[in-house]
């Protein structure tokens, strides 16, 4: 039963990767910071920052709403999972990287 024994491993790996992601997740992918705890704890105009570069209102800046408020320099930067969007929490972190460096 040999086909057994690899889906067991691959079931194995597949726990261990998510558990990996579960790490790194939750600062960064959409809906793993709940926005009501992180505005509380995040600077009050970076957070206004945030809503007036996202236009839309969608929660994230994508590269045209980047553009449009003198972002384009930083959006590589602050886009920490390349999904070509910034999240309120990659936004509110990378700002603050940047604050901190200058
Ligand atoms: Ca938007
Ligand atoms: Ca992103």
Same mark, same amino acid.
């Given at each position: 039963?040999?086909?057994?024994?690899?889906?067991?491993?691959?079931? *194995?790996?597949? $726990? #261990? *990767?998510? &558990?990996?992601?579960?790490?790194?997740?939750?600062?960064?992918?959409?809906?793993?910071? %709940?926005? #009501? &705890? *992180?505005?509380?704890? $995040?600077?009050? @105009? =970076?957070?206004?920052?945030?809503?007036?570069?996202?236009?839309?209102? %969608?929660?994230?800046?994508?590269? !045209?709403? #980047?553009?449009? $408020?003198? =972002?384009?320099? =930083?959006? !590589? &930067?602050?886009? @920490?999972?390349?999904?070509?969007?910034?999240? @309120? $929490?990659?936004?509110?972190?990378?700002?603050?990287?940047?604050?901190?460096?200058?």
């Amino acid at each position: 039963m040999h086909n057994y024994n690899n889906a067991l491993r691959g079931g *194995l790996l597949g $726990a #261990a *990767l998510l &558990t990996l992601a579960g790490c790194t997740g939750p600062l960064f992918g959409p809906g793993g910071f %709940d926005n #009501a &705890t *992180l505005e509380n704890g $995040a600077p009050p @105009e =970076l957070v206004s920052r945030f809503h007036e570069a996202d236009s839309d209102g %969608d929660g994230v800046i994508d590269p !045209t709403e #980047a553009s449009a $408020a003198g =972002l384009q320099g =930083l959006f !590589t &930067t602050l886009d @920490e999972d390349r999904d070509r969007q910034i999240s @309120e $929490a990659e936004f509110i972190n990378g700002m603050q990287q940047l604050d901190n460096n200058q």
